[in-house]
């Protein structure tokens, strides 16, 4: 079972940045990667995922603000957060998907390795 730990969360304020990253404990070069985040009360979202070749898929809410990448040879995962916003305040979750490798997806039922989470919290 791979294992992903997620890192980099904090409190800021609105208009700051952040990076988030996931550290894996297996390769992930031919896995699709992804981003998701949920707020209390809310239902898990897609953020952005990254396909094995490089493909990206953003959910228009972060569009031009945020940045998904990869460093295979690191087996680790990124999320550039800029221009935050009070409503980006929630816990971030990486995950991958060996199963739907191929896809270009935000649904987390795609996803079948989670990590733990990072809180993130943005203050106006």
């Known amino acids: 079972q791979v294992q992903l730990v997620e890192s980099g969360g904090d409190s800021v304020q609105a208009g700051g940045s952040l990076r988030l990253s996931c550290a894996s404990s297996?390769?992930?070069?031919?896995?699709?990667m992804g981003w998701f985040r949920q707020a209390p009360g809310k239902e898990r979202e897609g953020v952005a995922s990254?396909?094995?070749?490089?493909?990206?898929i953003y959910a228009d809410s972060v569009k031009g603000r945020f940045t998904i990448s990869r460093d295979n040879f690191k087996k680790s995962l990124y999320l550039q957060m800029n221009s935050l916003k009070p409503e980006d305040s929630a816990m971030y979750y990486c995950?991958?998907?060996?199963?739907?490798?191929?896809?270009?997806?935000?649904?987390?039922?795609?996803?079948?390795?989670w990590g733990q989470g990072t809180q993130v919290t943005v203050s106006s």
């Open positions: 995950a991958l998907t060996r199963r739907y490798y191929w896809k270009d997806t935000l649904r987390s039922t795609d996803f079948e390795s």
């Open positions: 297996e390769d992930i070069h031919s896995y699709l």
């Open positions: 990254i396909g094995a070749g490089g493909s990206l």
